[in-house]
């Protein structure tokens, strides 16, 4: 038998380590990749203190908001938080359901799948609020992926986060992020896989805003044709638009297909506002909508 040489021994315990760090480092790498699509920790609401507690009960709701509300859209910019907390008020009135499906637009395009949801509960000032993992895990498939960290970084879910568990403390939450890419085909399919899944006690919400990058005049031409497609539900007409009508296309035409598979016939314009009303701007314009359907 050789003898072992004498290099190779002193290079013994470096190759050792070498080893040991490349081990480490998969086991790492593995578990940074499970974080996000196993339910280990908790995401984190974006909570603007001074915005959320100056919105409280700063816009006035009606008697209207004694309806039963099946679905509903509003707003995700904190420059308009009274009317997200307006929006909410109204459903808390005389609906208490125990689960929220959120929709809101991929803002920057994260994840690999056309619809984005994520399973761990939410961290927020008020308690946690959390996921219906029953449901999300119905849902997720081929084009529902489950990634946590996308989900939590946009703020068409994490901002209303907060105001879901302060008004409805009792629900679960169920975010859908879906990109603008999304084709008729693939949300009917969603729908479809949705509507066959949920009860009564579910409520969907729209989290989009509506015209943007216009003055003040062209945007209230633009939510003029917006109010005739969400009131008539004229769903062929959605995908016509861009972000000067709305900043999700297959969220608007998801919620008018729950809508119409669910016979859902009455609409309550609770508000429609614009940034104009917050800011002195009146060019780049973004315009709101609290809609309630029951």
């Known amino acids: 038998m050789k003898l072992i040489s004498k290099k190779f021994v002193k290079s013994f315990p470096a190759v050792i380590l070498i080893i040991i760090a490349g081990l480490a480092w998969l086991v790492s790498d593995s578990r940074a990749t499970q974080k996000y699509t196993v339910k280990q920790e908790m995401n984190s609401a974006q909570f603007f203190a001074d915005d959320f507690y100056a919105s409280l009960n700063k816009l006035e709701i009606t008697s209207d908001c004694d309806k039963g509300f ?21 459903i808390q009135r005389n609906t208490d359901p125990k689960t929220v499906i959120l929709i809101g637009p991929n803002h920057y395009s994260g994840g690999s799948s056309g619809a984005i949801t994520g399973q761990n509960d939410w961290q927020t000032p008020f308690g946690t609020l959390p996921a219906s993992e029953e449901m999300i895990n119905r849902l997720a498939g081929v084009s529902v992926e489950i990634n946590d960290r996308v989900v939590e970084n946009d703020h068409a879910i994490a901002f209303i986060v907060p105001y879901i568990k302060y008004y409805l403390p009792n629900t679960k939450i169920v975010p859908l992020l879906i990109r603008s890419s999304f084709t008729k085909n693939e949300v009917d399919g969603l729908i479809t896989q949705i509507s066959e899944t949920i009860d009564e006690e579910t409520i969907i919400i729209g989290s989009i805003d509506f015209s943007h990058y216009q003055n003040i005049a062209q945007g209230s031409i633009n939510d003029a044709e917006t109010k005739v497609i969400i009131t008539e539900r004229n769903l062929s007409d959605v995908y016509q638009n861009g972000d000067e009508h709305y900043d999700s296309a297959p969220g608007i035409y998801a919620i008018l297909s729950f809508l119409k598979n669910n016979n859902i016939a009455s609409t309550y314009e609770l508000n429609h506002s614009s940034s104009s009303e917050f800011t002195p701007a009146t060019q780049n314009v973004t315009t709101y909508f609290n809609w309630l359907f029951y």
């Open 70 to 90: 099946r679905a509903g859209i509003t707003t995700h910019h904190s420059l308009a938080s009274g009317l997200v907390d307006q929006f909410f008020r109204c």
